[in-house]
């Protein structure tokens, strides 16, 4: 069963800072992973994607990521309170030749961002 | 350019009955998938079509179909429904492509009582 797995919150960071978050999985094969954030009662909103190791920025953004160790995170900088939302981790399975539009998701991290 | 749109929004309907969701993509995009989200199991993978025809499944049972026409716009039935269908169903978008980075519609919650 390929897992991905996030701690599930909630984090809680001021106003400001930079808020962390992290995500594991399984599948050794996967080649692409993507960011959603997910306000209550809202739909996945897709913040970043990234498909080689290292890192990738986009604003207040950074994704990071270390395929060796089956590692995704997110660093949110300057968080602001508009960003207390669900962030969602979401890896897509490995199929053959890369088709296929499978994502595998984790439970998700509640970020709450006190003003 | 439009996102995706999902209809209904909104859905209540008693166990043993059947329900249609429908799901049009972003103009171009011919990949459509569907998900389910429950707060006990997360945002678990249901199907996807591309170029009307399914090309992967998720863990579900048979009660649960779909299809693509098209124009790539697709439906997914549920058949005798069961209050554990309670949830939020989602469609996601995507351009053909080894990346196909996915974009989600507003969803459609059903509530089964």
């Known amino acids: 069963q390929k897992e991905v797995e996030q701690n599930s919150g909630p984090l809680s960071v001021p106003e400001g800072a930079i808020a962390s978050l992290n995500c594991t999985y399984s599948?050794?094969?996967?080649?692409?992973f993507f960011w959603y954030r997910q306000y209550s009662g809202k739909s996945p909103e897709l913040i970043m994607f990234?498909?080689?190791?290292g890192d990738k920025e986009d604003g207040r953004f950074t994704a990071q990521l270390n395929k060796a160790s089956q590692y995704v995170s997110l660093l949110i900088r300057d968080s602001q309170p508009s960003d207390s939302a669900t962030y969602l981790c979401?890896?897509?399975?490995?199929?053959?030749?890369?088709?296929?539009?499978?994502?595998?998701f984790g439970q998700g991290t509640e970020l709450s961002v006190k003003p | 350019k439009a996102g995706v749109t999902q209809t209904p929004r909104y859905l209540i309907k008693t166990r043993g009955q059947q329900v249609t969701l429908s799901c049009s993509p972003i103009?171009?995009?011919?990949?459509v998938s569907w998900y389910q989200q429950t707060p006990g199991q997360g945002l678990q993978f249901l199907f996807e079509?591309?170029?009307?025809?399914?090309?992967n499944k998720g863990n579900f049972p048979g009660r649960f179909s779909g299809r693509q026409f098209s124009n790539s716009r697709s439906e997914m039935n549920v058949s005798t429904l069961e209050l554990g269908d309670s949830a939020l169903y989602l469609c996601?978008?995507?351009?053909?492509?080894?990346?196909?980075?996915?974009?989600f519609g507003p969803g459609t919650r059903l509530l089964v009582l």
């Open positions: 996601a978008s995507s351009l053909p492509g080894a990346k196909e980075t996915q974009y």
């Open positions: 599948d050794r094969g996967s080649q692409s």
């Open positions: 990234i498909y080689s190791n």
């Open positions: 979401a890896v897509k399975e490995d199929m053959i030749y890369n088709q296929g539009g499978k994502l595998i």
């Open positions: 103009s171009g995009h011919r990949s």
């Open positions: 079509y591309f170029s009307e025809t399914q090309r």
